[in-house]
């Protein structure tokens, strides 16, 4: 009996231990499969917010706004008035474009941001036009450069495009180029104004004053929003886009094209509008606080020598989409609407 008792309790015993190894091999199989669950689903998460591409995101401190691709309507050609001339939405006419999708920022570049690039080592060794005369920007007595108006969101003013493009790049941002620029202002249609063809009044832009410096926080004029709900690209300050002015580039833009390249280079002229060579030139898009009406056109085009300062004279910035999606992957960037 004993014997009988002995044999049976050894093989209660091995059956435990069975059961036991079998259970933890279950629960680290488990277990295993749970954490694999887990990996997986981060590592979906951040792909998928390194492939997302949200509405509207934030990064460093810049909002920044998705123009979808598509098609749109470009204002291209040479003006009846001479090749010198700035294009308009009668002078010129319009081209059918495909863009593919990219971010511009939702404001004028603010003069917030300036300074801190100004006072950055990066910065240091730029001659800002602005530091004694600027709209908005000045000089402490230690030499450091200061907002005037801190309570105010005010755009950036007296830029040159060789300190935009600096500028853009030390943000980690670039400058749109003339196309992108215009897609934002107008969207699929062929309006006149980035807010449609109604005729503007002080409700739409910042224009027609005859002050020497004014400008308007770059929030203001809700109402002249364009499509794609960027603010002020009529009035308020000229922006600099990345072009050269070039004749060539202007009349080789055709129906159907599909990311055209900006020219590579500025045409040479003997003459401008004022009477004299000055050249090669870059683009500026949307007038300024003493605009008139005519210059606010979407089409409409002023131009500047790369180093040549203007007080009027603000930027824009934009970035490609798989700028943002690597900042989104690094959770360097905040959607704001997703």
């Known amino acids: 009996m004993t014997m009988v008792l002995a044999v049976e309790k050894r093989t209660v015993v091995a059956a435990m231990k069975k059961h036991m190894n079998g259970w933890r091999k279950g629960a680290i199989g488990l277990a295993a499969a749970m954490l694999a669950i887990v990996l997986t689903t981060s590592a979906g998460t951040a792909h998928a917010a390194a492939e997302a591409a949200p509405k509207e995101v934030m990064i460093n401190g810049v909002e920044f706004i998705l123009i979808p691709e598509g098609w749109f309507y470009k204002t291209a050609g040479i003006p009846k008035e001479g090749p010198f001339q700035p294009l308009d939405d009668i002078g010129g006419g319009n081209v059918k474009i495909w863009l593919d999708s990219y971010y511009i920022a939702k404001f004028e570049a603010r003069s917030r941001d300036l300074v801190k690039y100004l006072n950055s080592d990066a910065g240091k060794m730029e001659k800002y036009a602005g530091s004694t005369i600027s709209c908005s920007i000045g000089l402490d007595k230690s030499g450091k450069h200061i907002r005037l108006r801190p309570d105010e969101d005010l755009p950036a003013t007296h830029m040159h495009w060789e300190l935009a493009d600096r500028w853009a790049r030390w943000m980690g941002f670039r400058l749109p180029n003339e196309i992108e620029w215009e897609k934002a202002a107008r969207g699929p249609d062929q309006r006149i104004y980035p807010w449609g063809d109604a005729y503007p009044d002080e409700t739409y832009a910042g224009f027609n004053t005859r002050s020497p410096c004014f400008t308007w926080p770059v929030d203001s004029f809700p109402k002249g929003r ?78 500047a020598i790369p180093d040549d300062p203007f007080r009027c004279n603000g930027t824009r910035f934009a970035l490609d989409v798989a700028t943002v999606r690597a900042h989104l992957a690094k959770g360097t960037a905040t959607v704001i609407a997703p």
């Open 226 to 303: 364009s499509p794609y709900g960027v603010y002020n690209m009529a009035g308020n300050v000229r922006e600099f886009v990345a072009d050269w002015y070039s004749v060539e580039n202007d009349a080789r833009l055709k129906d159907g094209m599909r990311n055209p390249s900006p020219a590579s280079q500025g045409t040479v002229l003997t003459e401008n509008f004022a009477g004299e060579y000055k050249g090669p030139w870059k683009i500026l898009k949307g007038g300024r606080w003493q605009s008139k009406h005519r210059q606010l056109r979407i089409g409409y085009r002023n131009y």
